[in-house]
């Protein structure tokens, strides 16, 4: 089997320091030292299609930029990236999603892919004038996508549903080809939504046994449907040439965090109702409690597998921490337990995406994980250097 890659667009900003920001985070928390332009991040999404990335994933949140309105402006700075676009349902309507979509896939075909976010805080989510519970933004996210799959099928849809009413909604015109839908979701509610209409099922990083499980639950669910699932994960990386290196990153990343910093952010993270919000805080609150998470080394939940992205970033909270060739077999390890899709970032994310695609991609490439073609121009030609040799 081969993997897909996928990068990450931080639409809140950049630095050389964990930034925190992501599920938990309060509108205007996340400090940043580079702004996120869409010439900034463009310079990202060209990179990542030229080391051959099927994709970029656009986080949502009061926290970040709009998603759909980046996606559409970066569309024009690349060819075949394509954009998977984190969106909430029930903030608008499902015929107008649906009709998004369609827009965007006519005027770049195949290159929209759909993350479903149904929201882990209740507090952000009254902010946008949701007033749901949890189980309620499932409910009504099962309605909503319903409605959505529908009309992408060319149907005219009328649905009196529990949160969910239309009357005759119906396309112009179905996307061609109909947009892949991600969708990620820890607890017991988000199971059957995920089983019922995700393409591709995420999780974020954890240990590679507890994520086989987390596998084996969706797709047994699925199977009851009648339906195929692929399954994608969430990861930050910090790959260097030497273990060493890697790991002295990882140092310098938390050395710039202070008791304060940490105690402040997980308190704000504290407040999640996200089911893997929780997992994640689970997977370093004993290190973080006494103190010993001043040493990277510490946080290492299973190996090359480091928590300490999540001491003040909510949402995904590990990173691959290793050689090259060390991060190349985790990401092995996660794909022999039957994820097919990868969704990566580092800080700063312009730069860790040259030290991925250069250090890992070849050896993921030796290997027969990774197929995808890249796109490089040809050499330069500089004369005098010839005429020097």
Not at 128 to 152: I, N
Not at 322 to 338: M, P, Q, T
Not at 357 to 384: K, M, N, S, W
Request: charged residues 20%; aromatic residues 8%; glycine residues 10%.
């Amino acid at each position: 089997m081969t993997i897909q890659l996928h990068w990450f667009l931080p639409t809140y900003g950049d630095s050389r320091l964990i930034v925190g920001g992501g599920h938990g985070t309060p509108a205007g928390a996340a400090h940043s030292d580079r702004d996120a332009s869409i010439d900034y991040l463009a310079s990202i999404v060209r990179a990542a299609e030229s080391f051959g990335f099927t994709g970029a994933l656009i986080p949502t949140g009061a926290w970040c930029e709009d998603a759909f309105i980046t996606a559409a402006l970066l569309a024009r700075e690349t060819t075949s990236l394509a954009f998977l676009v984190a969106f909430r349902p029930g903030l608008v309507s499902p015929t107008l999603s649906a009709q998004m979509a369609a827009t965007f896939a006519r005027h770049a075909p195949g290159r929209i892919l759909l993350n479903v976010v149904v929201g882990g805080e209740a507090h952000e989510q009254r902010a946008f004038g949701d007033h749901l519970d949890k189980d309620g933004r499932y409910r009504r996210c099962d309605e909503f996508l319903d409605v959505v799959r529908r009309l992408w099928a060319g149907e005219t849809v009328s649905l009196q549903g529990e949160h969910i009413h239309v009357e005759e909604a119906s396309l112009a015109g179905p996307p061609n080809p109909v947009p892949p839908l991600y969708f990620g979701g820890s607890s017991a509610a988000a199971g059957p939504v995920a089983a019922r209409h995700a393409d591709v099922y995420l999780t974020w990083g954890e240990p590679p046994e507890a994520v086989r499980q987390k596998i084996e639950w969706i797709r047994g669910l699925a199977d009851a449907q009648g339906r195929p699932v692929r399954f994608g994960i969430r990861l930050h990386t910090i790959s260097r040439d030497s273990a060493d290196a890697a790991w002295a990153e990882a140092d310098r990343l938390v050395g710039a965090l202070d008791e304060e910093t940490v105690r402040s952010a997980q308190q704000g993270l504290h407040r999640s109702e996200s089911e893997g919000q929780k997992r994640m805080l689970a997977l370093h609150e004993q290190h973080r409690s006494n103190g010993s998470w001043h040493d990277a080394r510490t946080l290492e939940v299973a190996p090359n597998l480091w928590a300490g992205v999540g001491l003040v970033r909510g949402g995904a909270g590990t990173a691959l921490v290793g050689s090259h060739r060390e991060v190349a077999d985790r990401i092995a390890e996660y794909a022999e337990v039957g994820i097919d899709e990868f969704i990566f970032s580092g800080y700063p994310h312009l730069e860790e995406l040259y030290w991925f695609g250069e250090g890992v991609i070849p050896i993921l490439r030796d290997r027969g994980l990774f197929a995808a073609q890249t796109h490089t121009a040809a050499p330069a030609a500089i004369p005098f250097v010839g005429a020097a040799r």
